[in-house]
T-cell receptor, first 115, second 111 residues
Framework: GAVVSQHPSWVICKSGTSVKIECRSL??????MFWYRQFPKQSLMLMAT?????????EQGVEKDKFLINHASLTLSTLTVTSAHPEDSSFYIC???????????FGPGTRLTVT | QKEVEQDPGPLSVPEGAIVSLNCTYS??????FMWYRQYSRKGPELLMY????GNKEDGRFTAQVDKSSKYISLFIRDSQPSDSATYLC???????????FGAGTILRVKS
């Protein structure tokens, strides 16, 4: 149980275009979802926290107009990278949490390459 | 100074060895200490967590926290090739609060 999927697993896009990444909790309802970014050989950095039906809370230094997060249902959250640039190339990982449960269940990640 | 520091490794050990993985941290408000395992190109999975100081054992894994020296450890007994992964420590200031991840230590267990 507690499986989180992400789609796509790998995406290449051209500079200036937008990319949408989906995060789904497959066998549970996730009241809270998190989006992280991981650069090579670096820590996972929390980008934002989203609760179903509410606006996402962004970490300091993360541009909310560039990284659009939508958590429209208890099983789906999306991250849209708008006007992507090569410096946005990274590994994006989502996690999901049940109400009242501390543990976060992580997705397999999406590798974004912007050319 | 980073809030959480980990030696990136790689740490290479023979099968069956006892492995010691360590983190130091600077924020004295951290109360919960998580250890995650991350295989290549996969998301992290929670191994175990401890609250405040002390030890916690789960099978071949033992987590240890020394808050006085801001030092946390994960010991793996009888290491197996399947333990080869990146191990991330991730403390938090409270239950449900933001996790602060270390950069991870790469472990390679050779058969």
């Amino acid at each position: 149980g507690a499986v989180v999927s992400q789609h796509p697993s790998w995406v290449i896009c051209k500079s200036g275009t937008s990319v949408k990444i989906e995060c789904r909790s497959l066998d549970f309802q996730a009241t809270t979802m998190f989006w992280y970014r991981q650069f090579p050989k670096q820590s996972l950095m929390l980008m934002a926290t989203s609760n179903e039906g509410s606006k996402a809370t962004y970490e300091q230094g993360v541009e909310k107009d560039k990284f659009l997060i939508n958590h429209a249902s208890l099983t789906l959250s999306t991250l849209t990278v708008t006007s992507a640039h090569p410096e946005d190339s990274s590994f994006y990982i989502c996690s999901a949490r049940l109400a009242g449960i501390y543990e976060q269940y992580f997705g397999p990640g999406t590798r974004l390459t912007v050319t | 100074q980073k809030e959480v520091e980990q030696d990136p490794g790689p740490l290479s050990v023979p099968e069956g060895a006892i492995v010691s993985l360590n983190c130091t941290y600077s924020n004295s408000a951290f109360q919960y200490f998580m250890w995650y395992r991350q295989y290549s190109r996969k998301g992290p999975e929670l191994l175990m967590y401890t609250y405040s100081s002390g030890n916690k054992e789960d099978g071949r894994f033992t987590a240890q926290v020394d808050k006085s020296s801001k030092y946390i450890s994960l010991f793996i007994r009888d290491s197996q090739p399947s333990d080869s992964a990146t191990y991330l420590c991730a403390p938090a200031t409270g239950y449900g609060n933001k996790l602060v991840f270390g950069a991870g230590t790469i472990l390679r267990v050779k058969s």
